[in-house]
């Protein structure tokens, strides 16, 4: 049997201080590229998420979605000498991420300044709502902080209104993917130079750019121009929204080369012909009067599938607005393993995201888990410390290391032994 090349992150060591989300993506991308991470977690509860979801015998379905492909060693870094064994690590560490408050990582010890003078290689990432720097930086805060300042939720939902909070992580995950490109970078960066870097990211950036038109529009005409919000219509293009189907809805665009389709599709060839119509320009001022012409004509159809048919003859970007129950279903995401199946020992089989992007050496790993509390501590100090038994043994009698029952009933059920440790 041939031997299989290594990942492509394979062989680097990823010290991992995140919770929540946008962190966690980060390194849970590098660990499904093969770094070996590892998650620090400095009390008996362990991550806040793995509280969350649905939890059983010491796993979360949320933490495990999050933090898969990671080990944990659990440290109390309130004790002097938790901190001695992380430092200790850090030779041997390519890679630190962590998204506490600015300042936090450094008064815990861990400052990319001190940690680069003991490995000057050292790439840092830090993730923060606002960044490191300048007047919003201390705010505390979250992924709907971030899209509040940054301009995106006040674009969010109908003009007569309140602005809407989406019921997903948008702003956190896309945060944690382009850290996770930007440590790329910069390792790619110190195989060139053999020089580590500093990453500041921020939820607020990452959310600013987002914005796709609007931002040199305002720039150019200040004062001339204010966006608002347009609901389910897009503010800038027309037909381009959700629209109103038997069964439905269906998301509908058409630019202008596209707009004859629609015409015959609608059975309509002298839709164009309409000076409303004619040009987008004009469409976006008469949307209210084209979208009610484009749901009369949806409403004659049984329901959305036969509606779509029709429009997919004229090759008429739509799509069906699905559910996630629908999407979760759907054959593309499933052949694409956009949905991946994963198993762990308590809450049984279920589904989980799988990576955003595909690789032709690398297709999406199906056997990935997620760690119990502590369940890693000792192969992580035999390994990257090469403590012998006696030394993790005392560590456990001190209360430094840390590990949640469920942990210990795994090392038990793997045949290691269990090494006491004190409880509180």
């Known amino acids: 049997?041939?031997?299989?090349?290594?990942?492509?992150?394979?062989?680097?060591?990823?010290?991992?201080?995140?919770?929540?989300?946008?962190?966690?993506?980060?390194?849970?991308?590098?660990?499904?590229?093969?770094?070996?991470?590892?998650?620090?977690?400095?009390?008996?509860?362990?991550?806040?998420?793995?509280?969350?979801?649905?939890?059983?015998?010491?796993?979360?379905?949320?933490?495990f979605q999050h933090n898969h492909s990671k080990r944990s060693l659990a440290v109390d870094l309130r004790k002097p000498r938790g901190t001695e064994l992380l430092l200790a690590m850090i030779p041997k560490i390519d890679v630190v991420v962590e998204n506490f408050a600015p300042g936090v990582i450094a008064d815990m010890g861990f400052g990319y300044a001190a940690l680069a003078k003991i490995n000057p290689r050292i790439v840092m990432c830090s993730i923060s709502a606002a960044g490191q720097s300048g007047p919003l930086s201390r705010r505390p805060g979250y992924d709907y902080i971030g899209s509040a300042l940054a301009g995106i939720t006040d674009q969010l939902g109908e003009s007569d209104r309140a602005p809407i909070v989406p019921a997903m992580a948008i702003g956190d995950i896309s945060t944690g993917v382009a850290a996770a490109m930007a440590v790329g970078f910069a390792l790619l960066s110190r195989e060139r130079t053999g020089k580590g870097q500093y990453i500041d990211a921020s939820l607020m950036d990452t959310?600013?750019?987002?914005?796709?038109?609007?931002?040199?529009?305002?720039?150019?005409?200040?004062?001339?121009?204010?966006?608002?919000?347009?609901?389910?219509?897009?503010?800038?293009?027309?037909?381009?929204g959700v629209y109103k189907v038997n069964g439905g809805y269906i998301m509908l665009i058409a630019q202008q080369h596209e707009m004859p389709r629609l015409a015959r599709a609608m059975g309509k060839p002298d839709l164009l012909q309409d000076e409303r119509f004619s040009t987008n320009g004009h469409r976006v001022k008469n949307n209210p009067a084209l979208r009610?012409?484009?749901?009369?004509?949806?409403?004659?159809?049984?329901?959305?599938?036969?509606?779509?048919?029709?429009?997919?003859?004229?090759?008429?970007?739509?799509?069906?607005?699905?559910k996630l129950e629908e999407a979760m279903e759907h054959?593309?995401?499933?052949?694409?393993?956009?949905?991946?199946?994963?198993?762990?020992?308590?809450?049984?089989?279920?589904d989980v995201?799988?990576?955003?992007?595909?690789?032709?050496?690398?297709?999406?790993?199906?056997?990935?888990?997620?760690?119990?509390?502590?369940?890693?501590?000792e192969e992580v100090l035999r390994e990257m410390l090469a403590l012998p038994d006696n030394q993790i043994a005392a560590l456990y009698a001190e209360g430094v290391l840390l590990r949640g029952a469920a942990a210990d009933e795994a090392k038990v059920a793997a045949?290691?032994?269990?090494i006491e440790r004190q409880q509180g």
């Open 207 to 240: 959310y600013f750019h987002m914005h796709e038109l609007f931002v040199p529009v305002l720039s150019l005409r200040p004062g001339r121009y204010h966006p608002k919000r347009t609901g389910s219509m897009h503010p800038a293009g027309s037909p381009c």
């Open 1 to 63: 049997m041939a031997q299989q090349q290594p990942q492509m992150l394979e062989g680097f060591h990823v010290l991992d201080f995140t919770h929540y989300v946008a962190g966690p993506t980060c390194t849970r991308i590098l660990g499904e590229l093969g770094a070996d991470v590892i998650k620090v977690e400095r009390s008996l509860d362990g991550d806040h998420v793995r509280q969350l979801g649905i939890v059983k015998d010491g796993m979360s379905s949320y933490y």
């Open 353 to 377: 995201p799988g990576m955003p992007v595909k690789f032709s050496d690398w297709p999406d790993r199906v056997n990935v888990k997620a760690a119990r509390l502590g369940e890693s501590n």
């Open 415 to 418: 045949g290691n032994v269990v």
């Open 292 to 322: 009610e012409l484009i749901e009369a004509w949806l409403a004659t159809f049984p329901d959305r599938d036969s509606a779509i048919a029709v429009l997919d003859r004229e090759r008429v970007p739509c799509a069906p607005v699905l």
């Open 331 to 350: 054959p593309h995401l499933r052949e694409r393993k956009s949905i991946r199946r994963v198993h762990d020992k308590a809450l049984g089989e279920f």
